[in-house]
C-alpha cells in the first residue's frame, strides 16, 4: 500500500472508508468506521466495530463507548473531535458475532492500511491500546495477557496506555482488579486533561 503514503491526508480517510478488501467475509457488507486528522494528538486504538457501531458508522457509540469516557473524563463532543483526538480500530469493519461475542477484527485490515495512517498521526502525544489484538501491535514485548499489560502500564507512560476493553463483559475484572480504576484511571484522566488544555 506504498502508493498511499503520497495520496492528500483526506483521500487516504476516503480511501480507507471505501476499503472493500474484506467485503466477501464481513457479515454485514463493508463500513471502515474511523476518526482521525493531523492535528490529533490522542489515539484511541480499539478492536473493531461492533453491531451498533457498524449500524451508525460513529466509533464507541455503545456501552462500551461510555465507559471508555468515563475513564478519559471527556464528554462526547470533545471524544468525537476529529481535530484532538483519533479513533483507528485494529480492524476497521464490524467482523461479526461468535460464540462469545463479537469475532476478532479482520487479519487483512491492519497490514493493508495501519502504517500508512499511523504515518500520518505526526501530533500524537497519548495512544490508548485497549485490549489483545491493539496490545500485540503496539506494545513492544507485549504480554500474551492483557491484566499483565496493563499492570505494566507505567513500562510506556506517558506515550502509551494499555487498558482492558471497556465492554460491559468486563465487569468482573475490574471488580476483581480495583487497582484499576484506583490507579489507572486518574493518571489516565490527568493527562487527558492535560492534553485537551484543560486546567
Given at each position: 500500500?506504498?502508493?498511499?503514503?503520497?495520496?492528500?491526508?483526506?483521500?487516504?480517510?476516503?480511501?480507507?472508508?471505501?476499503?472493500?478488501?474484506?467485503?466477501?467475509?464481513?457479515?454485514?457488507?463493508?463500513?471502515?468506521?474511523?476518526?482521525?486528522?493531523?492535528?490529533?494528538?490522542?489515539?484511541?486504538?480499539?478492536?473493531?466495530?461492533?453491531?451498533?457501531?457498524?449500524?451508525?458508522?460513529?466509533?464507541?457509540?455503545?456501552?462500551?463507548?461510555?465507559?471508555?469516557?468515563?475513564?478519559?473524563?471527556?464528554?462526547?463532543?470533545?471524544?468525537?473531535?476529529?481535530?484532538t483526538m483519533a479513533i483507528l480500530p485494529m480492524g476497521f469493519c464490524y467482523p461479526g458475532t461468535g460464540r462469545?461475542?463479537?469475532?476478532?477484527?479482520?487479519?487483512?485490515?491492519?497490514?493493508?492500511?495501519?502504517?500508512?495512517?499511523?504515518?500520518?498521526?505526526?501530533?500524537?502525544?497519548?495512544?490508548?491500546?485497549?485490549?489483545?489484538?491493539?496490545?500485540?501491535?503496539?506494545?513492544?514485548?507485549?504480554?500474551?495477557?492483557?491484566?499483565?499489560?496493563?499492570?505494566?502500564?507505567?513500562?510506556?507512560?506517558?506515550?502509551?496506555?494499555?487498558?482492558?476493553?471497556?465492554?460491559?463483559?468486563?465487569?468482573?475484572w475490574l471488580r476483581r482488579n480495583p487497582w484499576f480504576e484506583d490507579e489507572v484511571v486518574p493518571a489516565l484522566?490527568?493527562?487527558?486533561?492535560?492534553?485537551?488544555?484543560?486546567?
Amino acid at each position: 500500500m506504498g502508493q498511499h503514503r503520497l495520496l492528500p491526508f483526506r483521500e487516504l480517510v476516503e480511501q480507507v472508508r471505501n476499503c472493500r478488501i474484506c467485503e466477501d467475509v464481513l457479515p454485514c457488507g463493508p463500513r471502515p468506521v474511523i476518526q482521525m486528522s493531523p492535528g490529533s494528538r490522542i489515539l484511541v486504538v480499539g478492536q473493531a466495530p461492533g453491531r451498533k457501531v457498524h449500524e451508525t458508522g460513529l466509533p464507541f457509540n455503545d456501552p462500551s463507548g461510555d465507559r471508555l469516557r468515563d475513564w478519559m473524563g471527556v464528554t462526547r463532543d470533545q471524544f468525537y473531535d476529529e481535530r484532538t483526538m483519533a479513533i483507528l480500530p485494529m480492524g476497521f469493519c464490524y467482523p461479526g458475532t461468535g460464540r462469545s461475542g463479537d469475532l476478532p477484527p479482520r487479519p487483512e485490515c491492519a497490514p493493508a492500511w495501519r502504517e500508512t495512517l499511523l504515518a500520518r498521526l505526526e501530533a500524537v502525544e497519548l495512544t490508548l491500546v485497549i485490549g489483545r489484538y491493539a496490545h500485540d501491535w503496539h506494545l513492544t514485548n507485549a504480554s500474551a495477557k492483557v491484566t499483565e499489560n496493563v499492570r505494566q502500564w507505567r513500562d510506556h507512560w506517558p506515550g502509551v496506555l494499555p487498558l482492558p476493553h471497556p465492554s460491559p463483559r468486563n465487569n468482573l475484572w475490574l471488580r476483581r482488579n480495583p487497582w484499576f480504576e484506583d490507579e489507572v484511571v486518574p493518571a489516565l484522566q490527568q493527562r487527558v486533561g492535560e492534553l485537551l488544555g484543560r486546567d
